[in-house]
């Protein structure tokens, strides 16, 4: 029976009812949020996991557990192995209805397209120059938490974790005000590649979007790429003297015994002063729970104290 035709008075209020379930934007045909998700990306991963969302599976979870480490990442999730070549076949075993990817993905996503739905999401993006186009990418961290808060139908969940995170910046400025001088000298904050290079985070990178909201003062300040890095040899972290060094852990191994035979590195005036410090591993390309987890570190490392 078509909607719209003759009916008796009996029944006519029941098929109106069913017109009105039918119509294009009712509850009826509005999406259902995704439940079976798949996560190519670590920071899309550690979002979805605060929203408290658990992936079915997600790409290489011993890296997640090493390199993110928080929010923790239950077992039973499966690892579909590398970010960049994923197990297609597992992924389509499991059956999902939703892919998360971001945009050094797109060369996957074809493929990816022909399992189910792709959503790509940008916290990181180059633009035609591959280099320096003002990324934010805690202002992206926002905008991912509220799309997949959407996607997923945990919008206040999202909103709450964007508060919960404004409300620790806040407090975390506060506690490093009330430490003084010490707490706000000039920082370098580096991954070691080897015993002689280091990354160097600056614009571009949710690290520097941090140290803004904490009211920190960056000391490397030569160009990067749209990452917010850019590569250096240690010789170049002479020029801030009165400096702080903060390295990620992990260290590639041997690193660390190598730089302390290392007579250039025992020359540079932050290790001469004692004025470099080994923080956990906290996601330097990630989104609000890895801002987070950087501010809570930086409060213990520069005043000794947890947040």
């Not at 499966?78 to 945009?103: C, H, M, W, Y």
């Not at 015993?195 to 030569?222: I, K, M, P, T």
Request: contains cysteine.
């Amino acid at each position: 029976m078509a909607c719209g035709v003759f009916v008796p008075r009996a029944i006519h209020a029941l098929v109106l009812a069913v017109c009105l379930l039918l119509a294009p934007g009712s509850s009826l045909w509005a999406a259902e949020p995704a439940r079976r998700i798949v996560s190519l990306d670590w920071g899309l991963t550690e979002t979805l996991l605060a929203l408290g969302v658990v992936p079915v599976a997600v790409a290489d979870v011993p890296g997640y557990r090493g390199w993110v480490v928080e929010p923790a990442l239950p077992e039973g999730v499966v690892d579909l192995g590398s970010r960049f070549e994923p197990n297609l076949e597992q992924l389509q075993q499991l059956k999902p209805d939703l892919i998360l990817a971001t945009p050094y993905q797109n060369p996957l996503k074809p493929l990816l397209e022909r399992i189910a739905p792709v959503e790509t999401i940008a916290i990181y993006e180059e633009d035609a120059s591959g280099r320096d186009n003002g990324n934010h990418p805690l202002e992206r961290a926002v905008a991912a938490t509220r799309h997949l808060g959407s996607l997923t139908d945990r919008q206040s969940e999202a909103e709450r974790l964007i508060a919960d995170t404004d409300a620790l910046f806040t407090a975390a400025r506060q506690r490093l005000d009330a430490a003084g001088a010490e707490a706000h000298r000039p920082l370098y904050i580096a991954t070691s590649v080897d015993e002689r290079h280091v990354w160097l985070y600056a614009r571009n990178s949710l690290f520097q979007d941090v140290f803004d909201r904490l009211g920190l003062s960056n000391a490397w300040q030569a160009e990067t790429n749209f990452w917010g890095f850019s590569s250096a040899g240690y010789d170049e972290l002479a020029d801030a003297p009165e400096a702080r060094l903060l390295l990620l852990r992990p260290l590639p191994s041997g690193v660390e015994a190598s730089l302390a035979r290392n007579p250039l590195w025992n020359a540079l005036p932050f290790v001469r002063a004692q004025r470099v410090a080994l923080i956990d591993p906290v996601l330097m390309f990630g989104t609000l729970p890895a801002s987070g987890r950087f501010a809570r570190l930086l409060v213990l490392t520069l005043t000794g104290a947890p947040l």
